[in-house]
């Protein structure tokens, strides 16, 4: 089975910085990543598809990167609604693995 | 606008069986493939089950297959996922999720999620 993992755990930042997040994949997965947001008590909202394809409605603060097994999700001026968990998800072979999660704090 | 609302959840002991059920609106819900995916209290999200958009094809992760059976009714525009011999591992919030059309490799809708916590 394919492993993501995601790094850092926890970050923290302050509202205006640029923030990154990496996902690596333990096997080639192509461009089959997806960024999500979660906050506390709320089902995930989906952010990026196809590694680096924007959903519709999410602001173009937020972008992703990569392709193969090194992934990246870039908020480029972090805003006071976008402190949360964010979660990559691969997909291959009818078989979806999340990666553990990273916690974006308030610094 | 779709709307995925779960039901079924609760307090079942270890070995009990519980059956969570997904209704949907606002979409063809025959057009779409659909899963199951779990949170365990504090814990990352990990997908539980698929479903095709006829119930032709249908994935487990390891965790469950044998255990959980997924299913759909197109003409109630529902859900399914069965669960049997359950263990204090599957406690955990149950989401179900909806892909794209036409798509299947991420979830683009959820629902609220349902609570399942397995304890004697």
């Known amino acids: 089975d394919i492993q993501m993992t995601q790094s850092p755990s926890t970050l923290s930042a302050s509202v205006g910085d640029r923030v990154t997040i990496t996902c690596r994949a333990s096997q080639s997965i192509s461009s089959w990543l997806a960024w999500y947001q979660q906050k506390p008590g709320k089902a995930p909202k989906l952010l990026i598809y196809?590694?680096?394809s924007l959903e519709s409605g999410v602001p173009s603060r937020f972008s992703g990167s990569g392709s193969g097994t090194e992934f990246t999700l870039t908020i480029s001026s972090l805003q006071p609604d976008d402190f949360a968990t964010y979660y990559c998800?691969?997909?291959?072979?009818?078989?979806?693995?999340f990666g553990q999660g990273t916690k974006v704090e308030i610094k | 606008q779709v709307q995925l609302v779960e039901s079924g959840g609760g307090l079942v002991k270890p070995g009990g069986s519980l059956r969570l059920s997904c209704a949907a609106s606002g979409f063809t819900f025959s057009d779409y493939y659909m899963s199951w995916i779990r949170q365990a209290p504090g814990k990352g999200l990990e997908w539980v089950s698929y479903i095709s958009s006829s119930g032709s094809t249908i994935y487990y992760a390891d965790s469950v297959k044998g255990r959980f059976t997924i299913s759909r009714d197109n003409a109630k525009n529902s859900l399914y996922l069965q669960m049997n011999s359950l263990r204090a591992e599957d406690t955990a919030v149950y989401y179900c999720?909806?892909?794209?059309?036409?798509?299947?490799?991420?979830?683009?809708?959820w629902g609220q999620g349902t609570l399942v916590t397995v304890s004697s």
């Open positions: 998800q691969q997909y291959n072979s009818y078989t979806w693995t």
């Open positions: 196809k590694a680096s």
């Open positions: 999720a909806r892909a794209p059309h036409g798509f299947l490799e991420w979830f683009r809708h």
